[in-house]
């Protein structure tokens, strides 16, 4: 790896961090164009492997404060997660057996429909005390599973956290408040990017070296937007509608250059 790319893999781990901090989400789903657009990474499949890595670092990174701050259902969370990590494993094998260019260009469409649903207010449910135990579980379990598993098979193909996926899926499975939602999807999107990086990682699909660089960068990068989130709090919802902007650019770029390796 030259010198160049050492710092571009910083540089773009700290973009990934950056979003994650300051419009809490999306950063995963930049790190795949980041790390084959920027860096260079010539195979979509170890793009899609290391990036995983990353993600499953960083989510577990918050899952702690968050965890701290008792935010976190840990019953509802750990069926939604395993539940999704079968669907997670199902994912990544079958991500792996498409052709690079056709999933660069699957990918980019999943940039533009994510970045549609980021343009949707995020509301939470209206049941604080929702507990998943033996009288509730006949309501929650199948919606739970049923939702997380095709959570994690949409994770597990494209190599991403999918939190943009995973909290409106737990909202509407347990009607739970929104910051419970968000705590209790960094479960999932630990354990959807761990299910995908063990997979590639088996396949000899995941680069190392350039995973620590996005870690590492992807942790100052997260500890500036925290900063800037708190100072510009009164801006998120247009910080948000410009990011989604930015992902619907990069998602329509992703998908022409894929389709483009398709002729």
């Known amino acids: 790896m030259t010198t160049v790319q050492i710092i571009l893999s910083l540089l773009s781990g700290g973009v990934v961090g950056l979003s994650l901090g300051l419009v809490g989400g999306g950063g995963s789903i930049l790190a795949v164009p980041l790390m084959v657009y920027v860096v ?63 999933l660069l260009a699957g990918f980019g469409l999943l940039m533009i429909v994510i970045a549609a649903l980021m343009l949707r207010p995020r509301r939470g449910g209206d049941d604080p005390q929702v507990r998943l135990e033996a009288a509730s579980a006949p309501r929650l379990l199948p919606p739970l599973a049923g939702t997380g598993f095709g959570v994690g098979a949409l994770s597990g193909f494209f190599g991403i956290g999918g939190g943009f996926l995973i909290v409106p899926g737990l909202v509407t499975a347990t009607s739970m408040p929104l910051l419970n939602a ?47 989130a708190r100072k510009l709090a009164a801006r998120r919802r247009a910080l948000g509608l410009i990011f989604s902007g930015v992902v619907a650019t990069v998602g329509i770029y992703v998908l022409v250059k894929g389709i483009a390796g398709l002729l």
Request: proline content about 3%; glycine content about 14%.
């Open 40 to 102: 260079g990474v010539s195979s979509p499949h170890v793009a899609i492997g290391t990036s995983a890595v990353a993600v499953a670092a960083n989510a577990l990174t918050n899952l702690f404060g968050h965890a701290r701050d008792r935010n976190v259902k840990w019953p509802c969370a750990s069926v939604f997660a395993v539940a999704g990590i079968v669907g997670a494993a199902l994912g990544a094998e079958f991500g792996k057996a498409v052709d690079g260019a056709k």
């Open 182 to 228: 968000i705590g209790s999807s960094l479960v999932s999107v630990a354990a959807f990017g761990a299910t995908t990086a063990v997979s590639y990682a088996i396949s000899g699909m995941v680069n190392w070296p350039l995973a620590a660089l996005f870690i590492a960068g992807g942790a100052l990068g997260g500890f500036a937007g925290i900063r800037l």
